[in-house]
């Protein structure tokens, strides 16, 4: 099926995603185009705050915003369990 070129690019980007196929990328493609302008430029804030704010901790391999992650680095957290 043809796409214009902005969402062939956004459905091709979505479609780099872990176990999306090509059906779900299409969808939220769409469906980022159907939100308002101020909703997508908060998602588009959100990505890159995410990106650039968060990393894996060493050593429980969780989301974190330090590494080592904040419930590793509690003096009461028994260190023999992840």
Known sequence: MFYPTP????IERLSKLPGTGITNPTRLAYN???MSGEDVNEMAKNLLTAKRELTYCSICGNLTEADPGGSCTEET???STI
């Open 32 to 34: 980022t185009i159907d």
């Open 77 to 79: 957290r028994d260190k």
């Open 7 to 10: 969402s062939s690019k956004l």
